[in-house]
């Protein structure tokens, strides 16, 4: 962690009008890994970890928190000073992966505590709204890992929730296998946060709306 504290550069991510329409939503997803081969190693925590703050480095909107300016714009800061850390978290649970098979993986035969959070954006205990959690829980026996994953909607849509998710599981990869080809990918990924670039990517040129268009803004 650390060492992603060293990386980060202080700046401001002002959110667009839409962002906040989904603001009291978060977006959590849970990932089930079967230990197939019985490994003794089978996605090591210590692995997980740093893959996963290496992935932060080239997120650090989620290391941010969110400041409301009283006029209906909010603004993510990251400010290495003052980050506002995600939430992650690791346990161990009684529970064998081939319990969750034969349940076909519904919630109730889920480890205890696996959500840490709800589908509502809530305020941690010091005021502040985590923009990310996640939870690893490795299954009885080693047979398997269960990760949680939760960021609010405010930050990410799918698109960029599952391209944080995509690229920890690839710098997993590489961390564990040392794959040059691989580590050249991913360095060379570009992730952009700025929510006017659309706006500025936009063509002059409009296309005409239809009639049944007009109608619906105009009120007929």
């Not at 009008?17 to 230990?35: E, G, I, R, S």
């Not at 081969?37 to 928190?65: C, K, W």
């Not at 269960?146 to 599952?162: E, N, R």
């Not at 002059?204 to 007009?214: G, Q």
Request: hydrophobic share 35%; aromatic share 12%; with cysteine.
């Amino acid at each position: 962690m650390d060492k992603f504290v060293s990386t980060v550069e202080n700046h401001e991510i002002p959110l667009h009008p839409l962002d906040t329409q989904a603001a009291f939503l978060n977006v959590p997803y849970h990932f089930f890994y079967p230990n197939t081969n019985q490994s003794d190693d089978f996605m090591p925590n210590d692995v997980l970890r740093e893959s996963f703050y290496r992935a932060l480095e080239r997120f650090p909107i989620l290391a941010g928190y969110l400041r409301s300016e009283g006029t209906g714009k909010t603004t993510v800061v990251v400010d290495r000073n003052d980050l506002n850390m995600p939430e992650y978290l690791e346990s161990t649970s009684n529970v064998l992966f081939s319990e969750l098979q034969d349940a076909k993986f519904h919630h109730s035969s889920w480890p205890n505590g696996l959500s840490t959070t709800g589908p509502i954006t809530v305020a941690s205990a010091n005021g502040r709204i985590k923009l990310m959690n996640v939870h690893v829980v490795r299954l009885k026996d080693n047979t398997g890992v269960v990760i949680f994953v939760s960021m609010p909607h405010y930050v990410v849509d799918g698109t960029g929730f599952f391209s944080f998710v995509e690229l920890w599981g690839k710098l997993c990869t590489v961390e564990r296998t040392l794959d040059t080809v691989l580590m050249q990918q991913t360095d060379e990924l570009e992730f952009v946060f700025d929510r006017d670039l659309i706006s500025r990517s936009l063509p002059t040129e409009r296309k005409p709306l239809d009639t049944e268009t007009v109608n619906v803004y105009t009120g007929f």
